[in-house]
């Protein structure tokens, strides 16, 4: 059984990894910026019998990880698999409109790509991408010289094609797809398998906004994205356990590393026409 390290545990998709690894028997830290998230996935986790533990962690500051890493360490021991699910989009960068509208270059009162703002464009790519670096950073040394050892980060259908209206998650996504590799390749000779998901359109506290109005009516965005998807619904965060198993077993995919699954619903496989 593996000792395994969550970041963003209090999510719906990565608390949904968490419930089930723990149900396997494994052992589950769960990091989160919102630790009552965290806290709660983690009680339900111990009241099934499993073994768990909750820790407020802010990926984008080092310190602070390696702190969660020393009590992680008193807590489980070394970290056998980490999962890099922190991340996420802003308000201030997303666009209100999906292409260029006349008078967007002199907008005050709403996003056009002209007046995004700079420091929610960093937090942005910060979060998605630092925020796989730096927990990457601490918890691989654990890793170093010992057999079953794996990273998987979370993608996203941006990395293939970037999605309208959300420019800096589409880049920063791209760019955990692109780290993905590297890391796969600086560690290979040390046996640490790294690989990705890229989930497509699931339904999450951070994007139900811009999926569904406030009477729960689907927007525009939401009729678009299901037409797009050949079989016509949003994913289930069961429909990704599958091949997030599959990637952390080391007898199932020993040899894999340096890639990225998409899990979409053929939305990537569909041209629209």
């Known amino acids: ?67 969660v890493h020393q009590s992680i360490l008193k807590d489980f021991g070394k970290c056998d698999i980490l999962i890099n699910g922190a991340g996420g989009n802003s308000p201030k960068c997303t666009t209100r409109n999906e292409e260029f509208q006349d008078g967007d270059q002199d907008a005050v009162d709403f996003l056009t790509f002209f007046n995004i703002d700079e420091r929610g464009f960093d937090f942005v790519f910060d979060l998605n991408l630092k925020g796989v670096l730096l927990p990457s950073q601490i918890f691989i040394k654990d890793m170093i010289g010992r057999e079953g050892c794996c990273v998987l980060n979370i993608s996203s259908m941006n990395a293939y094609r970037p999605l309208t209206k959300i420019p800096a998650y589409s880049a920063a996504k791209s760019a955990v797809s692109n780290f993905t590799q590297w890391l796969a390749v600086h560690f290979a000779k040390q046996n640490i398998r790294v690989n990705a998901i890229a989930p497509g ?69 569909y041209s629209g026409v």
């Open 1 to 67: 059984m593996k000792n395994i390290v969550i970041t963003g545990a209090g999510g719906i998709l990565c608390s949904s990894f968490a419930e089930f690894l723990a149900e396997q028997g494994h052992k589950v830290a769960l990091l989160d910026l919102n630790y009552d998230a965290a806290k709660a996935v983690s009680d339900r986790i111990n009241s099934n019998g499993g073994i768990s533990g909750a820790y407020k962690c802010n990926v984008l500051d080092k310190d602070n990880i390696e702190e």
């Open 201 to 269: 359109f699931f339904v999450t506290n951070q994007n139900r906004a811009l999926l569904f109005n406030d009477d729960g009516t689907p927007t525009p965005r939401t009729e678009k994205i299901l037409r797009s998807t050949p079989m016509g619904r949003f994913g289930e965060s069961t429909e990704l356990l599958g091949t997030m198993e599959w990637l952390l077993d080391e007898k199932k995919s020993g040899f894999v590393t340096g890639i990225t699954v998409p899990v979409d619903g053929g939305f990537s496989a």
